[in-house]
């Protein structure tokens, strides 16, 4: 198996290359970084509803669509992707998908360990610290016969921009994804105080997937592999590809998996109520509520709100909570019903996960 140890490359290039190698059937380990930063898109999402495109252009940051899942995420020199190409009949590499992530992580989670950071891998896909927050978020599929699977080492990151380039409902919203993303989302730098030379994080990188894969050969870019990532760039730029449509409409920002920050609107006889509402295992972690509805007194909402803090996402249990707190604190709000809360609050997430 070959090695790709490329450096940085120019921002769309460092995403292009390996699905240009899938599609050439060239098995490989590349690690690399952008040069210049982009936003790079999932496969299923519509990058119109997720990613503020105009915003991009406007700062000059290239978009691109890339043909594995996950979310709408901020690339950097501040990440070192690994990125791993194997052809489909290989029989050396996991078959299944669920057992490919953990095996797939055993690599970066040792490169973590060495600088002194006791990462781990959680299901679905990502790498936490011992304190749970995430470290590092991977992603995998099918490139014509070849099976890709990708992550980063998060040196550093930019939060205050990769909540700018999603598109939310309001500027409320993306405060809450910014915090969220700070306090969940960690970096070498927040853990050890200080960056490690790439040189030697690159080093330990390598080394570790070679006691999996084996000897990795070193090689570099041909003029075969440039011209297909040319071939390949123009089309996944395109508008019909970058723009294809999607029937999923974004009602939330994953943070990492088991914690989602989604935005609830529902119109209730007395006025239109908004939640922003974080959820972490299935329970209300954090809530804001606001609207043009009567709330009465209008001192006791943020009463309301903690009271719903670790409430299950059950509707029994949300309206048995809100009806608690008005009969205790004697709200009013006309044409405003308990069940009405809870609909704002589950809509979002009930569409997340039928979607």
Known sequence: MYLFDLGKLPGQQSMLIFHALARMGIEALVIVSPSRPLASIGYFQDAEQEVDLQYCKGMGIPFMRREVGGGATYLDENQIFYQLIWRKENQKFPRAIHEIYPWFSQAPVETYRT??????????????????????????????????????????????????????????????????????????????????????????????????????????????IVEKMKELESWMTSEGFLLKKTSKVPKGVKIKEGLEVYYGLHKARGGLIRTIEEISERRIEQITISGDFTFFPKERLDGLERSLERVPLEEDQIIERVESFYEKERIESPGVESKDFSTTILNPVRASTTG
């Open 115 to 224: 600088f002194g950071i006791q990462a781990e891998y959680r299901a679905v896909n990502d790498i936490i610290t011992r304190e749970g927050r995430k470290i590092a978020g991977e992603g995998g599929g099918n490139i014509g016969d070849c099976m890709v699977f990708v992550g980063g080492i998060l040196l550093d990151f930019d939060y205050r921009t990769m909540s700018r380039i999603l598109k939310v409902p309001d500027e409320k919203f993306r405060d809450k994804v910014h915090k969220t993303m700070e306090e969940n989302l960690t970096t070498m730098k927040k853990e050890l105080g200080t960056i490690p030379r790439r040189e030697e994080i690159v080093r330990v990188l390598r080394e570790s997937f070679e006691k999996m894969l084996g000897r990795l050969e070193p090689v570099s870019l041909n003029q075969e």
